[in-house]
T-cell receptor
Framework: NAGVMQNPRHLVRRRGQEARLRCSPM?????VYWYRQLPEEGLKFMVY????????ESGMPKERFSAEFPKEGPSILRIQQVVRGDSAAYFC?????????????????FGAGTRLSVL | GEDVEQSLFLSVREGDSSVINCTYT??????LYWYKQEPGAGLQLLTY???NMDMKQDQRLTVLLNKKDKHLSLRIADTQTGDSAIYFC?????????WGAGTKLIIKP
């Protein structure tokens, strides 16, 4: 049973380009979470999605960032017109169930992350 | 708002016990987690504890929770070189995880 798969592992972009980060959740999981980790910091929540729905995007910057989780295919985190401050590790997690359930059923399993470097 | 605090570094000798501490602020947190991150790798869930528990033990790992003081600790017995990593404490706030900055565990020979 494959874990959470993220690609690419490393992504280099020049300022002004677009970055597309992909996340395939664990088999049987229908809930996806994106987190951002800046150097020397913990993770910060960005967005929570179910299939075809954005449940909570309160951690997403208001501009340039968007996320989707289509009916078929991976979840995509898209950053338009990247700036140097977007350089970070972006982690995706998935869980079988979303809100207000016991931890045993709602463990978030993490991918290895995508490290974005903006030149 | 919620906040999770950890020391940034801990240095221990191989074979000794490591104790990594964490404080949190959200008294309504129901679950608290410890994750391990090795260099260049993702996050591995080590263990979690429900807020109505004081202690949880799993092989070399012991988690202690002091809910009154909002203090969580992770004890690693017989620390080995393979335990070198960054250890993150996280509290659950609804479905979000609120994270500490991580404690880097350094093992001295």
């Amino acid at each position: 049973n494959a874990g959470v798969m993220q690609n690419p592992r490393h992504l280099v972009r020049r300022r002004g380009q677009e970055a597309r980060l992909r996340c395939s959740p664990m088999k049987g999981h229908s809930h996806v979470y994106w987190y951002r980790q800046l150097p020397e910091e913990g993770l910060k929540f960005m967005v929570y999605l179910q299939k075809e729905n954005i449940i909570d995007e309160s951690g997403m910057p208001k501009e340039r960032f968007s996320a989707e989780f289509p009916k078929e295919g991976p979840s995509i985190l898209r950053i338009q017109q990247v700036v140097r401050g977007d350089s970070a590790a972006y982690f995706c997690a998935s869980s079988p169930i979303g809100t207000r359930v016991s931890a045993a059923k709602n463990i978030q399993y993490f991918g290895a992350g995508t490290r974005l470097s903006v030149l | 708002g919620e906040d999770v605090e950890q020391s940034l570094f801990l240095s221990v000798r191989e074979g000794d016990s490591s104790v990594i501490n964490c404080t949190y602020t959200d008294s309504s947190s129901t679950y608290l987690y410890w994750y391990k991150q090795e260099p260049g790798a993702g996050l591995q869930l080590l263990t979690y504890i429900f807020s109505n528990m004081d202690m949880k033990q799993d092989q070399r790992l012991t988690v202690l929770l002091n809910k009154k003081d909002k203090h969580l600790s992770l004890r690693i017995a017989d620390t080995q070189t393979g335990d070198s990593a960054i250890y993150f404490c996280a509290e659950r706030s609804n479905y979000q995880l609120i994270w500490g900055a991580g404690t880097k565990l350094i093992i001295k020979p």
